[in-house]
């Protein structure tokens, strides 16, 4: 799979890299319940499990699993010492969980569910959750990445940034898979580069940069032209980029 491939590539340098997603991630563990239905945990697209020991003080008790399509990343989390008996990893796709009905009292996710079809993996989410289990779920939505995306428009027209599911999208798809009461708040973060070629490694380092449909090889002069069109948004603090986050958090009823 490509998305596998991908972020197995991205799995030594993920942590460096990934400011914005960790601080997204570490918001997120604060919004952690203090008790959950069950003692059974997910992070699905956990990587190199940077959460694992603030999820475990918030949850000691519970049996946490952290599942990655990418074995590489979840390699690198044990070599980093962050899993553990409470702690397991689980090679899986999160749209089609090897696991029983009913069985997790807690789904957490963080930048993890953005290439997924919404539909299927909130199905698959609200599947594995037990009733009263709780979802906490953060991603980047539609519009994140507009600077990158709009100056490679003014080049060509060829895929060069992924197109994101939209809030609507995410919230008909938790609606339909049964969250009644989901609350789904947005948030709009900028980051400042540099240069243009510091944005394309970071989001090359943390996996970011897979687009679907593109063939991976980009001209010098495209993007040559496509710099000087992102050079046109320069501000004070340098090159913007823009990330739209969504915050979701539900029950199962
Ligand atoms: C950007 S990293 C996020 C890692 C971590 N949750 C964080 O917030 O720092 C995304 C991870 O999601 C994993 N991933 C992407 N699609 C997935 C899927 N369908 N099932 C399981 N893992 C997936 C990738 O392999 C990658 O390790």
């Not at 997204?24 to 203090?34: A, C, D, E, T």
């Not at 239905?37 to 946490?64: H, I, K, N, S």
């Not at 590489?72 to 989390?77: D, G, I, R, S, T």
């Not at 994140?144 to 994101?164: C, D, G, K």
Request: net charge negative.
């Amino acid at each position: 799979m490509h998305i596998n491939r991908h972020f197995s590539r991205a799995a030594r340098s993920y942590d460096a890299n990934a400011e914005l997603q960790l601080a997204v991630g570490r918001s997120l563990v604060q919004r952690l319940p203090v008790e959950l239905v069950m003692p059974t945990a997910l992070d699905l697209g956990c990587a190199t499990a940077p959460f694992a020991r603030a999820q475990q003080q918030a949850l000691p008790d519970v049996l946490w699993q952290g599942v990655d399509l990418s074995s590489a990343m979840l390699n690198e989390a044990a070599e980093r010492g962050r899993l553990n008996d409470a702690y397991q990893p689980l090679c899986a796709d999160a749209e089609a969980l090897p696991l029983e009905n009913g069985s997790q009292g807690l789904v957490f996710s963080c930048f993890a569910l953005q290439w997924c079809d919404p539909g299927r993996v909130m199905a698959e989410v609200h599947r594995v959750l037990a009733p009263g289990g709780r979802l906490l779920l953060a991603v980047p939505l539609c519009g994140s990445l507009q600077e990158l995306h709009q100056s490679w428009q003014a080049v060509n027209q060829r895929p060069h940034v992924n197109r994101l599911p939209s809030l609507n999208e995410w919230q008909d798809a938790a609606l339909r898979a049964g969250f009644a009461d989901a609350e789904l708040q947005q948030q709009v973060m900028v980051e400042y580069y540099d240069t243009v070629k510091h944005i394309a490694r970071r989001l090359k380092a943390t996996g970011a940069d897979h687009v679907n449909g593109a063939s991976g090889l980009t001209g010098k002069q495209a993007w040559q032209a496509m710099v000087k069109e992102y050079e046109t948004r320069r501000t004070e603090q340098g090159l913007p980029l823009t990330w739209k986050v969504l915050f979701l958090e539900a029950e199962k009823q």
